[in-house]
């Protein structure tokens, strides 16, 4: 046998191959001189009694020999302890959980909500708009809104109802007329050019350490126009009277007076106004407004309803010398 012959050792390792024993009828005694007892028992021999162990699964493993002894790798393997983990060996205690990416984004996520409402929560409590206006006129201002709305319903209503008249063959002619008169009126009201009457307010300042200004006198005529005022005019306690368009300019005279279209005031001055009285009153006093500011500055500013205002003061037309219509 060469020195590459190996034997089978049951444990599915070969080893190499030891000396051979001599064959012979079965129980003879070893012829050998060394040969051990047969009554002896080898220590690396398995027991007869004890069942044969499956050895476990493992890496291949290499046993060179020491001294010409062989080790039974059945023993080996059944007696061996399975390494520990190496954290529970660095450590003493069982190995920590890692943290994953996604709770790190999802807490980072949380954190950028929960500011957010807090910053939200801060700036609506602390609104100086909201906190310095009263339920009343908050109620108030709807209320008005839904007005306007209604009229501006009512106001295409009409306009529908006199294209329809209009485009019909019958009484197209005299319903042509009307609305061409009506228009006339109206455009006359706005550029000042005739008088009007209707229900409206009357609105008087007075001063007090300071004199009535120019700037507040046009934020009562800015604040009128967007409460829907038709037609407005202002006087002075010298009587004057001045009719007020779109082109009317206010400026700052001497001795706390006011020049209205080139025209010199004197105080105390008063606007009359034709529109709806309520949505006005309410334009006016509002927080922060015209009748603030006039407080603010020491004066007085005294509105009162009017069921009949009327405003009787013209206004010049002016000859247009480069607008012309479009046809």
């Known amino acids: 046998m060469s020195s590459d012959e190996h034997t089978e050792t049951g444990t599915g390792w070969p080893q190499p191959a030891g000396p051979g024993r001599p064959s012979g009828p079965a129980g003879a005694p070893d012829p050998r001189p060394d040969a051990p007892d047969p009554d002896e028992l080898s220590p690396l021999a398995p027991e007869r009694s004890a069942p044969p162990v499956e050895p476990p699964v493992q890496e291949p493993a290499v046993v060179e020999p020491d001294d010409g002894a062989t080790v039974e790798l059945s023993r080996a393997a059944a007696g061996a302890t399975p390494p520990a983990p190496a954290a529970a060996a660095g450590n003493g205690g069982p190995p920590r959980r890692r943290v994953s990416s996604a709770g790190v984004m999802i807490a980072a996520l949380l954190a950028l909500l929960g500011f957010t409402l807090v910053v939200q929560f801060r700036s609506t409590s602390?609104?100086?708009?909201?906190?310095?206006?009263?339920?009343?006129?908050?109620?108030?201002?709807?209320?008005?809104?839904?007005?306007?709305?209604?009229?501006?319903?009512?106001?295409?209503?009409?306009?529908?109802?006199?294209?329809?008249?209009?485009?019909?063959?019958?009484?197209?002619?005299?319903?042509?007329?009307?609305?061409?008169?009506?228009?006339?009126?109206?455009?006359?009201?706005?550029?000042?050019?005739?008088?009007?009457?209707?229900?409206?307010?009357?609105?008087?300042?007075?001063?007090?350490?300071?004199?009535?200004?120019?700037?507040?006198?046009?934020?009562?005529?800015?604040e009128l126009r967007g409460a829907g005022a038709e037609a407005m005019q202002i006087s002075g306690?010298?009587?004057?009277?001045?009719?007020?368009?779109?082109?009317?300019?206010?400026?700052?005279?001497?001795?706390?007076?006011?020049?209205?279209?080139?025209?010199?005031?004197?105080?105390?001055?008063?606007?009359?106004?034709?529109?709806?009285?309520?949505?006005?009153?309410?334009?006016?006093?509002?927080?922060?407004?015209?009748?603030?500011?006039?407080?603010?500055?020491?004066?007085?500013?005294?509105?009162?309803?009017?069921?009949?205002?009327?405003?009787?003061a013209l206004h010049a037309p002016i000859k247009l010398e480069h607008a012309r219509p479009v046809s």
Do not use: C, H
């Open 126 to 222: 602390t609104d100086p708009t909201v906190a310095a206006t009263r339920q009343e006129d908050l109620v108030r201002i709807l209320y008005d809104l839904n007005s306007r709305e209604v009229r501006l319903r009512q106001d295409i209503a009409t306009l529908e109802e006199s294209q329809r008249q209009l485009r019909s063959g019958q009484q197209g002619r005299q319903a042509a007329l009307e609305e061409a008169t009506r228009r006339a009126d109206e455009l006359g009201i706005l550029a000042g050019t005739l008088p009007a009457t209707g229900p409206g307010l009357s609105v008087r300042f007075e001063a007090g350490e300071k004199p009535i200004s120019a700037s507040r006198v046009l934020d009562a005529v800015q």
């Open 237 to 312: 306690g010298d009587r004057a009277t001045v009719r007020i368009i779109a082109s009317t300019f206010f400026l700052d005279g001497e001795g706390g007076s006011l020049v209205v279209d080139g025209r010199r005031l004197t105080g105390p001055f008063t606007i009359t106004v034709i529109g709806d009285p309520a949505t006005m009153r309410t334009a006016l006093n509002i927080p922060g407004g015209v009748v603030a500011s006039v407080t603010g500055d020491g004066g007085k500013l005294i509105v009162e309803d009017r069921e009949a205002a009327e405003v009787s």
